[in-house]
């Protein structure tokens, strides 16, 4: 319940609720419909980082140099 604090204090209304909180409140109804509610938030995330995983590596290999 703890990792889900500040983002239930942030938001004021439902139309706002991160997709964790709204899985958290989702743990009622069936495990398939909670499966793929997991499923697609997952799907969003590693989409972009794959789309992006060059500049990812770029900025990680970045850090540790000094110039």
Do not use: C
């Not at 997952?42 to 590596?57: E, K, M, T």
């Amino acid at each position: 319940m703890t990792r889900w604090l500040w983002p239930l204090l942030v938001t004021h209304s439902q139309k706002f609720k991160v997709i964790q909180v709204a899985l958290s409140d989702f743990t009622t109804a069936l495990w398939n419909a909670m499966f793929a509610m997991t499923v697609i938030a997952i799907i969003i995330p590693v989409l972009i980082l794959l789309s992006l995983q060059r500049y990812f590596v770029q900025g990680v290999a970045n850090t540790g140099i000094k110039e």
